[in-house]
């Protein structure tokens, strides 16, 4: 019975501590969130419409010239000529796209600048490997 009151005493005095700490005055403002359109991601997505652009034309040459898609996940796109490859461009520039955005809505800023720059890195090596091939 002893504990049972020093319990709800202390539930008591919890409750209160709360109930004065919630009422003493307005938040502070909470910091500001870096914005996702900065130069570094407007220069980095720039970058990488154009590498994206790049290994298509590059990809429908080397196609032209009985070379294989390496890809599979992108060999129905391409496969189809112009407008699959054009759709297929444009859902691996967008799984891009989104993959930065979600690291940042997450707040993992560094994280996204990394793998910005891993994107950007991995595709101008698509690109470089196409241009080898065709020559």
Request: aromatic content about 8%; hydrophobic content about 45%.
């Amino acid at each position: 019975m002893k504990y049972l009151f020093l319990s709800i005493l202390v539930l008591c005095a919890t409750m209160q501590a709360e109930s004065l700490a919630a009422a003493s005055g307005p938040l502070p403002d909470a910091p500001s969130h870096r914005p996702f359109w900065t130069v570094e991601n407007k220069v980095g997505f720039g970058a990488l419409g154009m590498l994206v652009a790049a290994d298509a034309i590059t990809t429908q040459r080397g196609l032209n010239r009985d070379f294989r898609e390496v890809n599979p996940l992108m060999r129905p796109f391409v496969t189809r000529g112009a407008g699959g490859e054009a759709l297929g461009s444009a859902l691996g520039f967008g799984t891009g796209l989104g993959a930065v955005y979600l690291l940042h809505r997450t707040h993992h800023y560094k994280a996204e600048r990394i793998a910005m720059r891993l994107i950007v890195g991995g595709e101008g090596a698509v690109v470089a490997n196409n241009i080898v091939a065709l020559r």
